[in-house]
């Protein structure tokens, strides 16, 4: 079983960048696909971006496209995100999520992943 840690979160200036990092414990880290989700104060949380087992595949959201970037390094167990152009609405927490699985596609659905760490804040000033 792979527990999720995640880093890197604080305040921002809007149009500024800030480096996420999901750190994993356990061996068996290489076989996870891995989704950053995140959750605004009164709002549903949403699906953000996602990268499957062996980084094949990357997926976002409309909302962060061109702007976040997911990436995975297997051999240090961590899945950045990167995220530029940063705008008030980005504010929310931010989860690392994950699910054992080799397919080359993912579901951006809550439910299908079924590892979570805690959360760190991202704030963004106007």
């Known amino acids: 079983q792979v527990q999720l840690v995640e880093s890197g979160g604080g305040l921002v200036q809007a149009g500024g960048s800030l480096r996420l990092s999901c750190a994993a414990s356990g061996r068996t880290f290489s076989s996870y696909a891995i989704a950053w989700f995140r959750q605004a104060p009164g709002k549903e949380r949403e699906f953000v971006a996602a990268?499957?087992?062996?980084?094949?595949?990357?997926y976002y959201a409309d909302s962060v496209k061109g702007r976040f970037t997911i990436s995975r390094d297997n051999a240090k167990n961590t899945v950045p995100l990167q995220m530029n152009s940063l705008k008030p609405e980005d504010t929310a927490v931010y989860y690392c999520?994950?699910?054992?699985?080799?397919?080359?596609?993912?579901?951006?659905?809550?439910?299908?992943?079924?590892?979570w760490g805690q959360g760190t804040q991202v704030t963004v000033s106007s």
């Open positions: 990268i499957t087992w062996n980084g094949g595949n990357t």
């Open positions: 999520a994950g699910r054992a699985t080799r397919l080359d596609d993912v579901l951006r659905v809550q439910g299908y992943w079924l590892t």
